[in-house]
């Protein structure tokens, strides 16, 4: 498929303490082939626009005063165009969704402390409708709705508050967000959710080369427009999912070696999830991750890092595993720097997918290694250039499973699954200014 990007940035200078900063993103894609899916887009097209404002030293109330606004659109038709060989008509599936939202966050000292205070509102609506076409006159039949016509709205405040106890720098953070989710159609009942969410944050500075963190929290989401009213998954009894959260961990810096392990325990209440339906379940998911450096001499160094994680639902379930939990994942990447060149040599090794939800469609995955070569450059100050081979030996495998939150295609009942790329290489030039 061809796809054609622009992006701008802004940024005007009104004085040494105040600027806006504007910019747009829009992109272009024409004929995108899905071939794990049952339809292709015929385009995907979308923007995105954002205008910021800030001021700083305004007065004692206000150290720094941020006033934000963005609106994105996305219009994303597919069809069975490509797919009926010799058929008289053919199908496609229209969505489009848009949202804007707008924040207000100001900043200012209290008492050696640092206090943000700020609203924040948006609004999304989401559509979708089907219809056939014949292939001989291009006429379209009379549309279904497949999605009507839905916005949600969301209003919020917040607060946070950051102050240091000698070596102890807490973090906390609340909210309180009133939501309402409202369809076009007579048939669907609007929805109301709030929710009160908060976290602590704290980080002990031992010394320069070590320190702890731990936090806890709870969060809330939404249903969108499609889990609670599409017609063929949505349901409209959703209630919204909460999430309770403990992460903890340390950072130790020994000479020339850098580790960071951090665990985290999560309890997920009404969690949504498509078993078929959406529905909401009761879950748990729980992992670890290490990460860090090593500086072998002082152009010679390796990043390393490892991730764990496991997803179990709580209740009486045939299959207890959570879907889209990925399996044990290391990755060791040697690099090279010499003045502003650098050479990387990286291994990205995962465990077999032997832990998956069998009843949301899911199935077995081999395990894989795949090696990838990296170059970059600084040729000139404007001028930036990177040389990349992934996959270097052309490695068969497969890094995402088949969850049926997506349609796939089928082979006598099957889902298919398709690989990922084989060997490919890529040269990027960029230019700033």
């Keep these: 498929y061809e796809k054609k990007t622009l992006l701008t940035k802004g940024q005007f200078n009104i004085n040494d303490d105040s600027e806006i900063k504007l910019s747009y993103t829009g992109n272009r894609s024409d004929g995108v082939l899905y071939p794990t899916g049952t339809m292709d887009a015929d385009y995907d097209d979308s923007n995105i ?36 060989n010799g058929a008289t008509s053919y199908m496609t599936a229209f969505y489009k969704t848009s949202i804007w939202g ?23 609506n989401w559509r979708g409708e089907k219809y056939s076409t014949n292939v001989a006159t291009g006429v379209s039949g009379v549309s279904t709705i497949s999605l009507a016509s839905t916005d949600t709205t ?49 980080i002990y500075n031992v010394d320069e080369n070590m320190k702890y963190f731990a936090g806890i929290g709870k969060s809330a989401r939404v249903p ?4 609670l009213y599409d017609t063929t998954y949505g349901n409209s009894d ?20 850098n580790i960071r392990p951090k665990l985290f325990y999560s309890v997920l209440k009404d969690y949504i999830y498509n078993s078929g339906t959406f529905e909401n379940i009761d879950a748990k998911i729980y992992g670890l991750d290490v990460s860090g450096f090593y500086f ?49 040599a990286e291994v990205v090794a995962v465990d077999s ?17 795949v090696f990838n070569l990296k170059y970059t450059n600084q040729l000139h100050k404007n001028i930036g250039l ?29 889902r298919v699954l398709f690989n990922d790329p084989g060997r490919y290489g890529y040269i990027n030039l960029k230019y700033s200014f």
């Design 224 to 227: 969108d427009a499609r889990e």
């Design 238 to 257: 959703l209630d919204q999912t909460q999430n309770y959260e403990i992460d903890l961990g340390f950072d130790k810096t020994i000479g020339s070696f």
């Design 102 to 124: 707008t924040k207000l966050k100001n900043s200012m000292e209290v008492a050696d402390s640092l206090l943000t205070v700020g609203l924040d509102t948006s609004v999304r």
């Design 154 to 202: 969301n209003k919020a405040i917040f607060a946070k508050v950051e102050k240091s106890f000698g070596k102890l720098d807490l973090e906390f953070g609340s909210r309180y967000d009133y939501s309402d989710v409202d369809s076009s159609s007579i048939s669907n009942e609007d929805k109301n959710y709030v929710a009160f969410n908060a976290n602590v944050f704290g």
């Design 386 to 414: 990177t040389l990349g081979l992934d996959n270097l030996f052309d490695k068969v495998y497969n890094s995402t499973n088949t969850y049926q939150d997506i349609t796939y295609a089928t082979v006598s009942s099957e």
């Design 353 to 369: 997918w032997d832990s998956y939800d069998s009843t949301a469609k899911e199935q077995e995955l081999s395990g894989y290694a």
């Design 49 to 84: 626009y954002t205008v910021g404002y800030t001021a700083r030293n305004l007065a004692d109330f206000s150290k720094e005063l941020n006033l934000d606004y963005y609106y994105s659109n996305v219009d994303h038709p597919m069809s069975t165009k490509l797919r009926n």
């Design 296 to 344: 072998l001499t002082e152009n010679l160094s390796l990043d390393y890092g490892i991730a764990y994680q496991r997803g179990k639902k709580d209740g009486d379930y045939t299959d207890k595993d959570l879907a889209e939990i990925p399996p044990l994942k290391a990755n060791l990447a040697l690099n090279y720097e010499q003045a502003k060149a650098k050479y990387t």
